[in-house]
């Protein structure tokens, strides 16, 4: 057992509504205090990994799903609690996510048989034991750390079986974007005054966005930007006119980083809302490609002669995130600035790939975060070829596995000393034999 396992068992939310997978018996198979779990929670949770792809055996599942009883036992007792919002805000993540991938509510509804309310009540009594078990096992490893003396000691005993890790890459940036001229951008913005008008004038804005808009996954669904957002989803300008619309209202024209929207409000619930929008991206024109070329390209001439590249980043990028780090750029999900090659934009890789540490390379044609067409010149700092992990090249990832372990020991312990105290009882044979032992792992 793995911290990352646990939390797909307190993250999952369909194994109580997945009951069109299978018909199985719905004994109980475990008393867990005054709770209990049964027999078609572990096989609609097993049917619901095969279909991810995943495999699990009973007993594994089992285990975590005793392992969540017991941590939202501990809430009660620790009057832990949380608010109806937050049970909210996580079914309307859960629901934005998986008809996203499933194309739409409507297919999620007939995947469930059931109405999106209906769902929801569904869900709302697990979602609330899973963010209960969260908070508790979050106060029992979150101030979890490792010294530097237990990071050597993991190492040690370890050592034989470290794994092998990927090519990674170091890189910094400078990003040239084409300007686009007054009279593309008036252009553009006239363009959707009109289709604004259209729709103001009883046109179908569903209609108009999947024929104009440039958000071609919103468009798909008639400009639908998923459930319901909140706030903190939006960027700011976006945001601020949105949540000041009445249902069916349409807005003015608002420009972001990602070009020119109208927003249409579908529905407001108390701070999160349902979203259209038809978004005109600026067309770059050859012209001003080439001048955004020929700057880059200055900028590559000036680097070790009059500039570092370092100097060339903060005096001439346009991108926020890395120019005042001398356009080091910075993984987001880990917070280092390693790279795994899927983690990169395809073109840009395909240039680092090629190079040598400390190499500069030429303007290249790719895209920012935006999707917009932007050059870039980079540098690649350093490339860690795929190999066994040791102590002195990779501390960070060896002190991530011997965190890991300690936060697993920690909660296996504070597991052993919970299931002395509460009353357990096995009522199927079938699961008798599961290892429900909670011993550290070694």
């Known amino acids: 057992m793995n911290i990352r ?28 205090g005054d709770d209990m779990i049964k027999q078609s929670d572990v096989e609609n949770q097993q049917l619901l990994l095969e279909q991810q792809g995943e495999k699990s055996d009973k007993c594994s599942i089992f285990k975590e799903m005793v392992m969540q009883k017991l941590l939202v036992d501990q809430s009660k007792i620790d009057s ?60 029992i490893i979150g101030e979890v750390e490792v010294s530097p003396n237990e990071v050597r000691v993991f190492y040690e005993s370890h050592k034989d079986s470290m794994p092998v890790l990927p090519t990674r890459y170091e890189y910094a940036q400078i990003v040239i974007r084409p300007i686009v001229s007054a009279e593309a951008d008036k252009a553009l913005r006239k363009k959707l005054e009109e289709i604004r008008e259209r729709a103001i004038n009883g046109e179908n804005f569903s209609k108009l966005a999947i024929l104009y808009s440039d958000d071609t996954e919103s468009a798909k669904m008639g400009g639908l930007l998923g459930d319901y957002l909140s706030r903190g989803e939006l960027v700011p300008e976006f945001a601020a006119v949105a949540f000041r619309l009445k249902e069916g209202e349409i807005s003015r024209v608002v420009k972001t980083d990602f070009g020119y929207h109208i927003i249409q409000m579908v529905e407001l619930k108390g701070e999160k809302a349902k979203l259209k929008h038809i978004l005109l991206k600026p067309q770059i024109s ?53 790279f795994q090659a899927e983690m990169i934009e395809p073109t840009t890789w395909y240039t680092l790939k090629s190079m040598k540490a400390g190499e500069i390379s030429e303007p290249i044609m790719t895209y920012d975060d935006k999707g917009s067409q932007v050059y870039k010149i980079l540098k690649l700092v350093n490339a860690s070829q795929e190999h066994k992990a040791t102590l002195i090249d990779d501390y960070s990832d060896v002190k991530e596995m011997a965190l890991e372990q300690k936060k697993v020991n920690t909660l296996n312990r504070w597991m052993r000393n919970k299931k002395s105290e509460i009353f357990i009882s096995i009522k199927s044979d079938e699961y008798k034999n599961c290892d429900l032992n909670f011993a550290d792992e070694q």
């Open 80 to 139: 832990v609690e949380v608010s109806d919002n937050e049970v909210n805000s996580e079914i309307d993540r859960r629901i934005r996510m998986i008809s996203g991938t499933k194309g739409g509510l409507a297919q999620l509804e007939s995947f469930y048989g059931k109405s999106e309310l209906e769902i929801r009540n569904d869900w709302k009594p697990v979602i609330k034991d899973q963010l209960l078990a969260q908070k508790v096992q979050n106060s």
């Open 286 to 338: 050859v012209a001003e490609m080439q001048k955004a070329f020929s700057k880059a390209d200055s900028v590559r001439k000036a680097i070790g002669d009059s500039l570092t590249f370092e100097q060339a980043a903060v005096k001439y990028s346009v991108d926020e995130k890395t120019k005042n780090n001398g356009g080091l750029a910075m993984n987001p999900y880990t917070g280092t600035p390693q």
């Open 5 to 32: 396992k646990l939390a797909i068992v307190i993250a999952c939310i369909f194994s109580t509504t997945l009951m069109s997978f299978a018909q199985v018996l719905d004994q109980i198979i475990v008393v867990v």
